[in-house]
Structure formats: C-alpha cells, structure tokens
C-alpha cells in the first residue's frame, strides 16, 4: 500500500525517518525504485556508531525498518518525496533495537494490554513553541553572546519605524491582528499538518512576548501520538523557516517571561 500511495503521488524519493536515543528525528532517502515489498521486512543498513547513544564502532550495522502505515507525502521537498517513519533493528538478531524510542513506546503499549489496565492508552500533547524573526549567538575564547529578536517583542516598542502594538510581558494570550502577527504562518503550519493526517483542534498565540505560540492536535493513541508530535516539530520548523522565520521548542528563551511547556493530557 505504501509503495502504491508513493507511485499515486507521484514521488520519486522515500525518506526513511526514524528517531534517535534522545528524542530527534534523523532520516536518510532513497529513489523510489528501490523500495520494494522486501524492504518492509529486510530494512535499509545504517551506521548506528555515528548517532549519538546508539552503538560502538565494531557493531555498528543496523536496519531501519519503514513502517508502511506511515507513509505521507512531505510537505517541504522541492521533488515529490513520501517519507515513511521506521523502526530500528539488530541485523543479526532481526530483533527490534532497545534503545529505539518508537520500540519502547511500543512495549508500553504491550505492557497496558497485558496488566488488563486498559487497551488504549489516548495522549493529547499541547507543545508550545516561539518563533523568531532573528537568533545568533556565538562562544570565542575572548567572547560569547546569544540574542534572539522578534517584531512582536516588546523591547522593540522604541525602535525606529515602530508602529507599536507589541505583546507586553506576559500578555500574549488571545490578542487579535495587528498585535498577533502571526496567525497567518500559524494556518500555514495547521494545513501542512492536516496534509500528514494530524487534526488540529485549535491554533492561538500564547502567553509570552516575541511570538509564543501554540497549535494543539486531537488526542491519539500512545505511538501514533508520538509519530505524530514528530511531524508537528518538524513542520512547525520548516515552515518558520520557509517564512524566513526561525521556531524554537527551548523550554525558556527569554527571561522574565512565560517559557513553553508541553503538558500531556493521558
């Protein structure tokens, strides 16, 4: 089905998508032709030495396995490109890898069903994020500095050109247009994310000055959650990015000024 859905698309690149020790998504692509129906059980080899947390030099063989539920077209490439999320595998035991975190979240899910607890366990994840106009920061033996800046902040009430309408600390919650400028780039990111099969409940500026943000996804079921809150980082980034903007999920970019959590309704 995934391959069908590939060649309906019209995709000629698979990006195989998997998640590493600590948490981020990594990927490596291939042409279309070489996806086969053997790839969902035989994998594609990758050198598990060179992330971080996974295996030593001398085993560092491993499969990526695609799992062919997942497949969606990416929203950001410029060729059509069907992104397939995976599952990491030893290749001599054919074993899932335990360090793979869509595994351990698996497992949970096992582990629910056979206490007799429950049969589904429904996570609704509420990430908050900010996005920036500009970040740099930089670390020398004589020097270091971080400065992040956004239109919206309200340290630049006084800047030449203003037109004021700046969020003032802690007062970024629910105002309209023209002090939330951002409520077009944040549609943007809800259509990319109904495109991959994410049903957004609500989309509003948060809290904090300098562009906090908050879009929220309907609840899911344990692992297609998390699938999920990978494609809605990635997408909140690269369409901050495609606007010339830059998206954070740092729990505390700015002093003195509401963080982003992200709290999980279970």
Not at 137 to 146: A, F, L, N
Not at 167 to 190: A, H, N, W
Request: proline share 5%; net charge negative.
């Amino acid at each position: 089905e995934a391959i069908e859905f590939a060649k309906k698309n019209g995709a000629v690149m698979v990006d195989l998508k998997f998640v590493d020790f600590l948490g981020t998504w990594q990927h490596t692509s291939v042409p279309l032709h070489r996806l086969e129906e053997s790839s969902f059980e035989d994998g594609f080899g990758f050198d598990g030495s060179s992330l971080r947390g996974f295996m030593p030099i001398h085993a560092s063989d491993m499969l990526i396995v695609p799992d062919a539920t997942t497949a969606q077209m990416d929203p950001f490439m410029a060729q059509p490109t069907v992104s397939l999320i995976c599952n990491i595998y030893d290749p001599i035991s054919r074993q899932n890898y335990n360090r793979d975190p869509r595994y351990i979240a698996k497992k949970a899910e096992a582990y629910l069903k056979q206490t007799g607890i429950g049969d589904t366990c429904y996570c609704g994840p509420e990430a908050e994020f900010f996005v920036f106009d500009s970040v740099r920061y930089d670390v020398k033996g004589h020097e270091s500095y971080y400065f992040i800046d956004s239109e919206e902040g309200h340290w630049n009430s006084g800047k030449e050109g203003s037109k004021g309408y700046k969020v003032r600390p802690k007062e970024g919650y629910f105002p309209v247009s023209p002090i939330d400028t951002l409520m077009d780039l944040r549609t943007q990111m809800c259509m990319h994310m109904e495109k991959v099969g994410i049903e957004i409940e609500t989309s509003h500026h948060e809290v904090a000055t300098a562009g906090q943000c908050e879009i929220d996804m309907k609840f899911d079921s344990l692992v297609r959650m998390a699938d999920k809150l990978m494609w809605f980082k990635y997408i909140v980034r690269n369409t901050a990015k495609h606007a010339g903007k830059v998206a954070t999920f740092m729990p505390k970019p700015i002093f003195g000024d509401n963080g982003s959590g992200m709290h999980v309704h279970q």
